[in-house]
C-alpha cells in the first residue's frame, strides 16, 4: 500500500487549474522543471541554514505543493497533448535530485545521523531506477510501496515539521531514518518481484 494510490483522485481535484494553465501556455516540461529546481534552492537553503530548525518549517509546505506540481504535470501531459520522450526523462530525473536535494538538510541537524540521510537517498535513487525498469523488461512503469515516492515526500514533510517546531527532539526520533532506510529496501524488492512477475505474465 501507498499514498501514491491516492493520486488519481489528487490529479481529479488538479484537472480545473491544469486546464487553466495550458491555456496560459505553460507546458508539463516546464512545471517539471520547475519543481525540480525550486527544489533544489529550498533543499540547498535549509541545509545553509543549519543547524537553524526554524527553516525547515517550509519543508512541509512545498511537500505538498510539489505533490501537487507532480501531479500538474501528469495531467498536462497525458489530457493535453504534451508528452514528450524529454518529458519522460525530466520527470523521472528531476525527482532523483530533488528528492536528493530536499532529505539533505536532516543531515546537517540533530538527532539525525548524516551516513543515514545518504542510505536514504541512495536507496531512493534505487527504488524509482527500479520503478521505471518496468517498462524495459516488458512491465508497467512499478509504483509499489511501501516507501515510494509520495510516502517519503509524507514522512519528511512530518520531520521537517517536527523540527521546525522542536530544535530539541528526542534522541529515537533519529531511528526514523534507518526505518525509512529498510522500508526503501522492501519497496526496491517489490517493485522487482512484482515487474519480474507482471512481464512474465505478459509473455505466457
Not at 512541509?60 to 508528452?83: C, H, I, S, T, Y
Not at 511501501?146 to 528526542?170: C, N, Q, Y
Request: aromatic share 10%.
Amino acid at each position: 500500500m501507498s499514498i501514491y494510490a491516492l493520486k488519481p483522485r489528487f490529479q481529479a481535484l488538479l484537472r480545473p487549474a491544469a486546464a487553466a494553465m495550458f491555456r496560459s501556455g505553460i507546458s508539463a516540461n516546464e512545471v517539471t522543471l520547475g519543481a525540480a529546481v525550486a527544489s533544489v534552492a529550498i533543499g540547498a537553503y535549509v541545509a545553509w541554514r543549519a543547524p537553524a530548525t526554524l527553516p525547515f518549517l517550509g519543508l512541509p509546505v512545498w511537500m505538498l505543493l510539489r505533490m501537487a506540481l507532480n501531479a500538474l504535470d501528469g495531467v498536462l501531459a497525458r489530457e493535453f497533448g504534451q508528452k514528450s520522450v524529454l518529458g519522460a526523462y525530466l520527470n523521472e530525473l528531476g525527482d532523483v535530485v530533488a528528492d536528493a536535494a530536499l532529505y539533505a538538510p536532516f543531515a546537517f541537524v540533530a538527532p539525525f545521523a548524516p551516513g543515514w540521510v545518504v542510505a536514504v537517498i541512495i536507496l531512493a535513487g534505487i527504488s524509482e531506477f527500479a520503478g521505471v525498469l518496468g517498462p524495459v523488461v516488458g512491465a508497467s512503469r512499478r509504483y509499489d510501496g511501501p516507501m515510494g515516492k509520495s510516502d517519503r515526500a509524507f514522512v519528511f514533510g512530518a520531520l521537517g515539521l517536527w523540527i521546525g517546531l522542536d530544535p530539541a527532539p528526542p534522541a529515537w526520533v533519529g531511528w526514523i531514518l534507518p526505518v525509512i532506510a529498510a522500508l526503501c529496501v522492501v519497496t526496491i524488492v517489490n517493485r522487482v518481484r512484482r515487474g519480474v512477475t507482471e512481464a512474465q505474465g505478459a509473455h505466457a
